[in-house]
Structures are given as C-alpha cells and as structure tokens.
C-alpha cells in the first residue's frame, strides 16, 4: 500500500495509465479510499482544532464524508460525461481515476495540515483560518487535477471534459459541504452542533453573500443610532459575528451619508 | 421522497450490494467480510470495483474488435451485392472482397490473441514502467536497467501493435460501410463511380496495411538498450 501512496504523489501519470489498463485496479482504489479516509480526517482534526473539544472530532469525520459523498453522487455523472464527450472507458476507469484523483488530493490535505495547524496556533483568526484552509483546499485541488487531466487522455475534448467534470464537482461538493457545516466552529458557542441547523443551500449563499458584497439586502437593518457600540458590548455575538455587523453598519452608514 | 427515504433506499442497495460481495467471494473470511462492509456505505464506488473485473475490460475490446471485423464483412456482401450485374462490378470483384474478408479475419484473429495475451499481469505497461523507475532509483547494473528497458519496449511494441490494428479494422470498416452506400447510390442513382474509385483506392491501402502490420519487425536487439559493449565485441582476457 505505501507503494501506491507513494506512486499517488509522485506518478501521477503511471497512476491514471494504471486507472485506465485495468490492472491493479482494485489495490488502486482501495489505497485512494484509505488516503481520503486518513488525509482527509486528519485536515478535519486540524480545522476542528480551531474551536477545540469535541468539534476536532466531527470535523475529522465530515471532511472525509463529505469528499466521499460528493464522488458517489459525481461519478456516475463524470462517466456519463465522458461517453457523451466521445471518451469511452469502463465505469471501473472512471471510478478509479476519481478515487485515484481525490486520493491524491487527500494526501496533499494531509501534508498541508501542519501548516494550518501552525497558524491557528499561533493565533490565526476565524476568517484567517478559513482562507488559510480554502487554499490549503485549491492546492489538493491541483493535485488532484493532475491526475485527472492525464487520464483524459489527449484531443480537443480533454479539456472539455475536464471543464464539464470540475463544475458538477464544484457544485456537488459545494452543496454537500453546506449541508454538514461547521468545519471550524465559532469559539463563542457554547454547543458543538454535529451539523448546523439548514439555512436553505449553497447555491442560496453565494447569491446572499454576492448581493451583500453590493449592499443589497433583504431586510432593512436596525437605526444606526439604535444600535450597540460597536465593539465591547455585545455579549451575544462573537467577534466574527461583531466584524460581519460592522462592516454592514459601515457601508449603510455611508449609503445615507450619500 | 424525504431525505430519510432516500437514506434508506441508498442503505438497502448497500445491503443488497455487500451481500452480493460477500456471496461471490466464495472462501468467505475476514477479506470478504470487510469488502462488503465498505460497500455498505460506498457501495456506487466500491460496489463496480469488486463485482466486476479487468477481464470485462478484456471483453468489452474483443467485443469491439469483432464487431468491427463483422462490420467489414457485412458491408462488403451489400457492396457486392449492390455491385452485381452493373459496370460497378469491375470496382469490386468478388474475389477481392474474398480475399479482403481473409486478411480482416487474419488481422481480428491476431488482435484477439494479443488481447489475450496483453491481459496477462507480465505483459502490464505500467508494471514494466514502474520496475524500470524502480531499478533506476536503485542504482541497478547497466545489465539490469538494459533487461527491464528491452521487456518495456517490447511490452509497449505489444500494445502499440495491438491499438495499431484496433484502429486500423475500425476506420477500415468506416470505409467499407461508405464504399457500400455509394456503391447503392450510384446503382439506384445513377451517379458517376469517381467517388466510388477514391474509396476503393483508400480501401486498399488499408488492407494493405493490415499486411504490413503483420509482416513488420519489431524488437530491438538487447546490445542498443545498454552502454555495454556486446559480448562478441568485448576483449578477450589475455
């Protein structure tokens, strides 16, 4: 097994020749498994370290599942992709090739880890740590395209494929990774909630978070002069929380100051 | 359908689907045990992997291959059929197509045995790549490092010949297949055989083609994969 670890990170050519020629195909996958299993959950208990207790132990659990869920809903999709892009190959390939791809990209999580966990302990922020993990994401991202890029073999309609495999991944994962929020947890709950509770879908969030980038909300926020200092003395939120409120009652104030 | 119902749905295809892997790893144990554990949870992933095997890859492409050779074959009886009697016949004579269904069935036989012979585990490209690096990262004798490099050439030489004449029955049957609609175009329509010409002349080349690929040498002699001299060039011990 520590031979295909090692192939996964270093060949990841021969990797996705071995995805497609069939042999050794099983042992492949079953190290990719055990690489997302392992690379994966140890990120989680990084990101989870952030709030600390018992959120080091869900979140070593749901980044492994969420990775998984998102490839077995995806990779029927990726193999009914490459059919109609003019790419056969067996449903085994293309399982192979997503596990081999997402493996690859577990154990660059896995290597990335001590990075994260450094800054958090040096005092990272919330929203530091979330960017710090987002990249760490991108990174493990690329490795894992690697692999998938040179088992699409060559022609015009690589790239396509490629194209029309990354967007159902991004949006599968993206929602499936809504759905078991919080990774890091705020460091003012009092609870650990396994999963928070739903607040419609990832789809939904992009498109709030984008027409509140433009300060453009739905509902209308407190009176300015209503409101609490705006730092200090608001026990209910935490810090995070307190900068979000700040930011906003910044830009309405200088909305009606125009 | 709730998310509940979809969860139970998905656990008793899992169910029915580590069933499956357990009852077909027939020596039962421990391996059988923890593969249809997997497959519980992961069984749209896992669940293909195990229950089937490279050999489907295998038969899927002597299944392609064939199907092109029949292809060839079918096609050609339509096009001396549409050809008979007409001044089309000239173009293809039923001796040709004889012997054309000749060199396709020779050239389909071969692939299939090289298929066969491909799915062995000493004959995997990748196998032979990686004990090369292998021998490279371990600083093995130029002997050695000549030996796994003329088994990789060979083996790559294997597989090229394998996808050489895979591609060449299939645009071979592409023709055939428009050789035969002109030829039914030409009868019914009247049309002139210029076109008809060309695609015979490419038919041909290809089918010569098939000929070459069979009569080609291939190998490379063991002495220009290594820095050593030969042994009939080396000096003798005074």
Redesign the interface.
């Known amino acids: 097994m520590m031979t295909l670890v090692g192939?996964l990170l270093r060949?990841p050519g021969?990797v996705a020749?071995?995805c497609l020629?069939?042999?050794?195909?099983?042992e492949l996958?079953t190290t990719s498994?055990v690489a997302i299993a392992f690379g994966a959950g140890i990120f989680g208990a990084v990101v989870g370290s952030f709030r600390g207790d018992l959120q080091v132990l869900y979140a070593s659990l749901k980044l492994p599942l969420a990775l998984?869920a998102t490839?077995?809903v995806c990779?029927?999709g990726f193999h009914v992709l490459a059919l109609a892009l003019d790419q056969p190959r067996?449903?085994?390939?293309t399982?192979?090739l997503?596990?081999a791809a997402a493996g690859r990209g577990a154990l660059v999580l896995l290597a990335l880890s001590p990075l994260l966990w450094l800054a958090i302990d040096a005092g990272a922020s919330y929203h530091g740590s979330v960017l710090l993990a987002s990249a760490c994401y991108g990174v493990a991202g690329l490795a894992a395209l690697s692999v998938l890029l040179r088992g699409l073999g060559t022609g015009g309609r690589r790239l396509m494929s490629a194209a029309a495999s990354i967007v159902l991944f991004l949006a599968v994962s993206g929602q499936t990774g809504w759905i078991l929020r919080p990774y890091l947890g705020r460091p003012a709950q009092q609870e650990i909630p396994f999963l928070r509770a739903r607040e419609g879908g990832f789809a939904d969030a992009v498109w709030t978070s984008g027409r509140s980038a433009r300060g453009d909300y739905d509902e209308p926020p407190a009176p300015i002069e209503s409101t609490p200092p705006l730092s200090g003395a608001v026990d209910d939120l935490n810090w995070a929380d307190r900068i979000e409120r700040d930011d906003h009652l910044k830009r309405m104030s200088q909305r009606r100051a125009q | 359908m709730s998310l509940v119902d979809l969860l139970v749905l998905y656990g008793a295809m899992g169910l029915a689907c580590a069933v499956a892997i357990y009852r077909r790893r027939g020596t039962g144990g421990r391996g059988a045990f923890v593969a249809a554990l997997i497959a519980i949870p992961l069984w749209p992933v896992w669940g293909p992997v195990v229950l089937t095997s490279p050999r489907e890859d295998l038969r899927r492409r002597l299944r392609g291959g064939t199907r092109a050779a029949r292809r060839i074959e079918l096609a050609l009886h339509e096009a001396l059929e549409a050809a008979r009697g007409s001044q089309l016949s000239a173009l293809l004579p039923a001796e040709a197509v004889s012997r054309i269904v000749s060199a396709v069935e020779t050239s389909d036989a071969r692939r299939t045995e090289l298929d066969v012979l491909l799915a062995r585990p000493g004959f995997d490209l990748a196998s032979a790549r990686e004990r090369l690096e292998e021998l490279g990262r371990g600083g093995a004798t130029p002997r050695a490092m000549a030996t796994a490099r003329l088994h990789l050439t060979n083996v790559t030489q294997l597989h090229a010949m394998r996808d050489r004449d895979e591609r060449t029955l299939v645009d071979l049957a592409e023709l055939v297949e428009a050789l035969r609609t002109q030829l039914v175009l030409a009868r019914f329509a009247g049309s002139s055989v210029e076109g008809v010409g060309d695609i015979v002349t490419d038919m041909w080349a290809r089918v010569e083609g098939l000929g070459e690929a069979m009569d080609e040498p291939f190998g490379t002699p063991m002495d220009e994969l290594t820095d050593e001299p030969a042994l009939s060039e080396r000096p003798s011990a005074a």
């Open positions: 192939r060949a021969a020749r071995q020629e069939g042999e050794g195909q099983r996958v498994l998984l490839l077995v990779v029927p067996t449903l085994r390939a399982i192979s997503a596990l």
